[in-house]
């Protein structure tokens, strides 16, 4: 099996944000008034916590599949103050999905390395970046993920209080055992995302899958507690109990169906 060579410099880096108009499920943007996207409002955040980072981007690919000219009127006005090219990649609502933006991200950057952010999560702290790629120096090391912190301002309940600091407690960087990864805040190699690409088959839980793939390659996932960045969601108990209950089921499903090509390749 081969690996990827070790980064013994410092790589470009992209940034591929997807964006999604889901206005009628979040909060209102903050700074906006009346009715609008609350992605706007985000990705405003994003680009400021961008801009403050300790390694600057490269790029930053924005794959934008938002209805109206919010996203970008907001992209607009950060290239001006981030410095670094600022792209908007179209993508039509009705073919979005989560592993298509990722691919389309992929193929359009340009960057040695691959940052995705989901369009509502935003960097924490200014060595977000820098701490999120450190771990891809090493051959084995296929992508890296940050750790989640609950977002100021959005309610949480109980169990979503709960699952964020069940999942996301440890503050240290350790390799994974299970090929858990998540794309709301992660980094890989572009060259084996473009090898590997992301199931475009699956709805759900695509980097999970894309996890245990590379794994099966002898890779490995580390999550990066330096790394945080804002990420949560305002449903309620119910709701995310119901969530976790799909997410292993899919899990387990993605398990099952690895284990039958094996045995029928």
């Keep these: 099996m081969s690996h990827s060579p070790v980064l013994n410099r410092m790589p470009r880096v992209s940034v591929v944000i997807k964006t999604y108009d889901d206005r ?7 700074g906006e008034r009346g009715a609008g996207p609350v992605l706007v409002g985000y990705l405003a955040e994003t680009m ?15 794959v934008d599949s938002s209805r109206g000219d919010g996203i970008i009127r907001a992209l607009e006005a950060a290239e001006a103050s981030i410095g670094v090219s600022v792209r908007r990649v179209p993508l039509p609502s009705q073919e979005f999905s ?5 691919n389309l991200g992929v193929r359009e950057a340009s960057g040695e390395i691959i940052s995705i952010l989901s369009g509502d999560a935003t960097p924490a702290n200014e ?28 309610p949480q309940s109980r169990a979503e209080e709960f699952r964020i600091w069940w999942r996301y407690r440890r503050k240290s960087s350790f390799r994974r055992k299970d090929p858990l990864f998540s794309n709301a805040s992660a980094a890989f190699r572009r060259d084996l995302a473009l090898a590997i690409p992301f199931d475009e088959n699956l709805m759900e839980l695509e980097d999970y899958d894309w996890g245990m793939k590379v794994r ?33 089921y899919f899990r387990a499903k993605l398990h099952l169906l690895k284990r039958l090509r094996a045995r029928n390749p």
Aim: aromatic share 6%.
């Design 24 to 30: 009628e499920k979040h909060r209102q943007a903050p």
């Design 48 to 62: 400021e916590a961008l801009r403050q980072q300790t390694l600057a981007p490269h790029e930053v690919l924005v």
């Design 98 to 102: 989560h592993p298509r933006a990722l």
């Design 127 to 154: 060595r977000w970046l820098e701490s999120l790629i450190g771990p891809l120096s090493g051959s084995r090391v296929a992508g890296t993920c940050s750790r989640q912190i609950p977002r100021p301002g959005v």
């Design 216 to 248: 099966d390659r002898g890779y490995t996932i580390v999550y990066v507690g330096d790394s945080e960045v804002y990420h949560s969601h305002s449903s309620s108990s119910l709701q995310t109990a119901r969530r976790m209950l799909y997410y292993g």
